[in-house]
């Protein structure tokens, strides 16, 4: 079974600074996914990657796979994304595989 | 489109109840899982279907919990009989093949308290 580590566990910053979140897993992987979890409970895919970098307006996520960590970075943070952010990969490394999920990084952005 | 939908989205009952949880996923997903989350230990898998078959039960904690996926737009977790422990926040997700890259859509979870 895959384990995932995520940190920092919580993470209070002011509206515009720049956040990084990070992540490992111990078995190689197909594909990693970032999740955001807002207090209403409802989760989102935010990205799902195999390699390099992607970028959604002010969310980027990159990957090593050779090191097997990700990181989740907000540009010009903003109190809406006030949120749990969690890392998923897949159970035993596999691409069609359930997901086993870190703790979650608990964001939130003052004004 | 309609997402993932789950109901109930609250339940209450009292121990030794048989609870029902009920997951319509996207139309055309073919695959299907439950996960739950509780504040001691996040977010678990508990069973993926694809195609309407069990893939992966390992992760269903005892032969309390059941699941069964008669087609391809129902799916239901069933608990018989309930305990306390049992409370938790159970989410439905679904996805095309995850192996070429597809994302799982999750369903707005089914809080559950057992007393």
């Known amino acids: 079974k895959n384990e995932v580590e995520q940190s920092p566990q919580n993470l209070t910053a002011q509206e515009g600074e720049f956040i990084t979140i990070n992540c490992s897993y111990s078995?190689?992987?197909?594909?990693l996914h970032w999740l955001q979890q807002h207090p209403g409970g409802g989760i989102v895919s935010l990205f799902m990657?195999?390699?390099g970098k992607k970028k959604h307006g002010r969310l980027i996520a990159t990957i090593n796979i050779q090191e097997k960590h990700s990181s989740l970075h907000i540009t010009a943070s903003h109190p809406r994304d006030s949120a749990v952010y969690i890392c998923?990969?897949?159970?035993?490394?596999?691409?069609?595989?359930?997901?086993?999920f870190g703790k979650g990084t608990h964001l939130i952005i003052q004004p | 489109d309609a997402g993932v939908i789950q109901s109930p989205r609250h339940e209450v009952t009292e121990m030794g109840q048989e609870v029902t949880l009920r997951c319509k996923p996207i139309?055309?997903?073919?695959?299907l899982f439950w996960y739950r989350q509780t504040m001691m230990r996040g977010l678990e898998l508990l069973i993926y279907?694809?195609?309407?078959?069990?893939?992966?039960d390992s992760g269903m904690p005892e032969d309390r919990f059941s699941a069964k996926m008669p087609n391809a737009s129902f799916s239901t977790l069933k608990i018989q009989p309930s305990e306390p422990r049992d409370s938790a926040v159970y989410f439905c997700?679904?996805?095309?093949?995850?192996?070429?890259?597809?994302?799982?859509?999750f369903g707005d979870g089914t809080r559950l308290s057992i007393l």
């Open positions: 997700a679904s996805s095309l093949s995850p192996d070429i890259g597809q994302p799982q859509h």
């Open positions: 078995v190689g992987i197909s594909a």
């Open positions: 990657l195999s390699s």
């Open positions: 998923a990969v897949p159970y035993s490394g596999g691409g069609a595989d359930g997901l086993t």
């Open positions: 139309s055309g997903h073919d695959y």
């Open positions: 279907f694809n195609n309407n078959v069990p893939i992966d």
